[in-house]
């Protein structure tokens, strides 16, 4: 069974950094998309950050310059490094996985989801 485990969340003041990972296990992860979602209380989850198998990386206009995802394949892990975070970046976090044919940002191309971390910016 395919498993999600998400960490790294926590709270930080404005202009602080956090670095997330999503460890995956039982998928061969090298051949999976990636991403990582965000959803704020009464909002619709979004997209961060994503990462084709290949390498090649979409961002949310809210996250370019701040934040960098990245996968080390040989831990099955990926990672989100977030800088210079603003109170508006207050979410749940999520990782996905899934194979995303053309459309990398969008949630429904995921098969698979973590159970999400909390990240929360004071001001």
């Known amino acids: 069974q395919v498993q999600l485990v998400e960490s790294g969340g926590g709270l930080v003041q404005a202009g602080g950094s956090l670095r997330l990972s999503c460890a995956a296990s039982?998928?061969?992860?090298?051949?999976?998309?990636m991403g990582w979602f965000r959803q704020a209380p009464g909002k619709e989850r979004e997209l961060v950050a994503a990462?084709?198998?290949?390498?090649?990386?979409s961002y949310a206009e809210s996250a370019k310059g701040r934040f960098t995802i990245s996968r080390d394949n040989a831990k099955n892990t990926m990672y989100l490094q977030m800088n210079s975070l603003k109170p508006e970046d207050t979410a749940v976090y999520y990782c996905?996985?899934?194979?995303?044919?053309?459309?990398?940002?969008?949630?429904?191309?995921?098969?698979?989801w973590g159970q999400g971390t909390q990240v929360t910016v004071s001001s």
């Open positions: 039982e998928l061969t992860f090298s051949t999976y998309d």
């Open positions: 990462m084709r198998w290949s390498g090649i990386t």
């Open positions: 996905a996985s899934g194979h995303t044919g053309r459309n990398l940002t969008s949630p429904y191309e995921y098969s698979y």
